[in-house]
């Protein structure tokens, strides 16, 4: 049998959980949710994450747009897709959602703006 302690993050209350694995079988406890069972079953199996960070902009406003995926990547292509995001390079104008990246790291999960930019004017 494995035995995992997490602290859950799926609300405020940050639960103390035991995720046991034996004979092909997911065991949570110390849950106060059905979210927390699930939370811990899914970290020790198939850990995801959200990324976040910026890419460079041309012509805008600010020189870097704050991106993140859609949802969440599983945790082993954090640096293939931090590498694609590394290299990516955008115009402005930029609004909140627009996709910056499609399918980033062969994910199938696309990268968006979290900011709007506008284009700067010429001089």
């Keep these: 049998m494995e035995e995992r302690e997490l602290i859950c993050i ?3 209350l940050g639960c103390p959980l035991t995720v046991r694995m034996e004979n092909g079988g997911t065991t949570v406890t110390g849950n106060s949710c059905g979210r927390g069972a699930e939370y811990g079953k899914k970290e020790v199996l ?3 994450r959200v990324v976040t960070s910026t890419v460079s902009i041309k012509g805008g406003d600010f020189v870097m747009v704050p991106v993140k995926t859609r949802e969440d990547i ?3 292509k954090i640096f293939d897709c931090m590498e694609e995001i590394r290299k990516a390079l955008v ?4 609004s909140i959602g ?3 990246i499609a399918d980033c790291a062969g994910t199938g999960v696309s990268v968006i703006a979290t900011r709007n930019v506008r284009k700067t004017e010429d001089i």
């Design 10 to 12: 799926c609300c405020p």
């Design 46 to 48: 198939s850990p995801t």
């Design 74 to 76: 599983p945790k082993d």
């Design 91 to 94: 115009s402005a104008p930029v």
């Design 98 to 100: 627009d996709v910056i």
